[in-house]
């Protein structure tokens, strides 16, 4: 039997050995990051007040100018952590491919508080497993499938814009309603009818719960969870979430309930390549007790009902506000549709959507130039080593930005200039690989990337076969703030004219 001073002996000896394994790790990562080229932030005292003056709507254009004085990476330590960003195509497309390094950086913290670990925010072998439960509910069919309903909303939307008869209009809250109403009917299989009540209380907790999480992860202080949980944004926080969950716990709870019927009923299908989103999860956990817990089926309920909304309702947002500026560019979608459609009112089809040729290249564009998701970031778990040799050593975070690499002139000549040509067959195929990516990339690219193009079109495609659409809010002079989701620093206010009331005036 080992004596008392064997006992701590032995302690003592593994917890120095544990720390003197920590040192050489960080004297390692040292060393590679003084190596690394680019530019090196020294993170002082005096810099991080710095940081704190600038204003929010000033954050992208300081790192846009950053950026494009570095050739390479942009690099800092910060509290004996490491942080390296990147922009150059070729290491994007080092990193991103990797099947090693998935793990999202320390930046996604915050947000578990409030998604947890679902697909966005998991890494390893659970974000491998459910990532291969999860792909077959985004399968074409299940798309084909979810048409009508995004059909249907995207009508609702386009009247209550018809009906404004030219005034100006804040669209950005009308159109995260329908994005809400779409991702609730087709992936949770529940209809809820947001946009009969444009005062939802769930939308609101959203914005408030990506301002709080920013500004905690932003404000170096509040980095540390011990300081933030005596601020008033932690107890402020703490309410959203429950209400969120609350929530989104009662989207679950109706359709697990619909789905035993349907079940009953023999009115269910199956196929997993034709089931809808939760259905798959409330399947899997019937068949194999245990794979989703209540609290799993959350997580994941929770992640794709904001990024299946948000993110879709911001590009909708900003691609309309550019065809409003963009007289000649909405004039020749118009033309397309007038090709496609003709004088018919009918819904749109899936072999539509294939003959949107020009709406989608300005769909691409507006997402160059307002990425709906404009950073990402991961955190080595292994050495990455670029295309030059450049080591960036295990244990750092990489900063993916997309924003400044959509808008840089090395990638894009005349980079803040709305060009959809750039995204014509031609120019695809001359494109910089990686130097594109609205949706990620690589094993850990968007999921439901088909389904929001499908959705963009459908929406964007409606709106304009009954509105002609004028500016008020000028898209070049518009500042954007740092969200989990990029938004504008005002809101975004256009004028619709129904076509079919200028038609009969005429």
Request: net charge positive; glycine share 4%; with cysteine.
């Amino acid at each position: 039997m080992l004596s008392i001073t064997t006992l701590i002996s032995t302690a003592i000896i593994l917890l120095i050995f544990s720390n003197f394994t920590k040192i050489i790790k960080f004297i390692r990562r040292f060393y590679l990051y003084q190596k690394l080229p680019g530019i090196r932030i020294a993170v002082s005292t005096k810099f991080m007040f710095k940081l704190l003056k600038i204003k929010e709507n000033e954050l992208f254009d300081t790192l846009q100018k950053l950026f494009e004085a570095s050739t390479e990476t942009v690099s800092a330590m910060m509290f004996f952590r490491f942080y390296t960003a990147i922009m150059r195509p070729k290491a994007l497309e080092k990193l991103l491919t990797s099947n090693v390094n998935i793990t999202k950086g320390d930046q996604y913290n915050a947000v578990k508080k409030w998604l947890n670990e679902g697909l966005l925010t998991s890494g390893g072998e659970k974000w491998r497993r459910r990532r291969k439960i999860l792909t077959p509910t985004f399968h074409f069919k299940i798309l084909q499938d979810s048409l009508h309903v995004i059909n249907r909303n995207a009508q609702i939307l386009s009247e209550k814009f018809s009906k404004t008869g030219g005034a100006i209009f804040e669209i950005e809250n009308y159109v995260t309603l329908c994005t809400l109403d779409i991702i609730c009917e087709t992936a949770m299989g529940v209809k809820l009818d947001f946009q009969k009540d444009k005062a939802v209380e769930y939308v609101q907790d959203i914005k408030r719960a990506c301002q709080i999480l920013i500004k905690k992860e932003v404000t170096f202080w509040l980095q540390s969870d011990l300081i933030f949980r005596f601020t008033s944004y932690y107890s402020e926080l703490k309410q959203i979430i429950g209400r969120l969950h609350a929530f989104t716990d009662k989207v679950i709870a109706n359709r697990k309930v619909a789905f035993q019927k349907l079940k009953e009923q023999n009115k269910l299908n199956e196929d997993k390549k034709r089931m809808a989103f939760l259905d798959c999860l409330i399947d899997t956990e019937l068949k194999e007790p245990g794979t989703f817990t209540d609290l799993d089926m959350r997580e994941e309920v929770d992640t794709f009902m904001f990024e299946g909304h948000d993110t879709t309702a911001t590009a909708i947002t900003f691609c309309l506000l550019v065809l409003a500026g963009e007289k000649a560019v909405q004039e020749k979608v118009v033309e397309e549709l007038n090709r496609i459609f003709g004088e018919s009112d009918r819904p749109v089809t899936t072999e539509d959507l294939h003959e949107m040729k020009y709406l989608e290249m300005v769909i691409k564009e507006t997402l160059r130039l307002f990425p709906s998701v404009p950073y990402i970031s991961r955190y080595s778990t292994e050495d990455l080593v670029l295309e030059d040799g450049t080591i960036i050593p295990e244990g750092t975070n990489l900063g993916i930005f997309i924003y400044v690499t959509h808008r840089h002139a090395d990638f894009y000549p005349n980079p803040l200039n709305f060009d959809p040509e750039r995204f014509n067959e031609e120019n695809s195929k001359k494109r910089i690989p990686f130097s594109y990516i609205p949706f990620s990339a690589g094993p850990r690219n968007c999921i439901g990337q088909k389904f929001a193009m499908m959705e963009l079109k459908t929406i964007i495609s409606t709106i304009l076969r009954n509105n002609r659409l004028e500016s008020v809010t000028n898209w070049k002079e518009l500042k954007l703030i740092p969200r989990i989701v990029l938004k504008p620093d005002k809101p975004i206010k256009i004028r619709f004219f129904s076509r079919k009331n200028e038609s009969v005036s005429k």
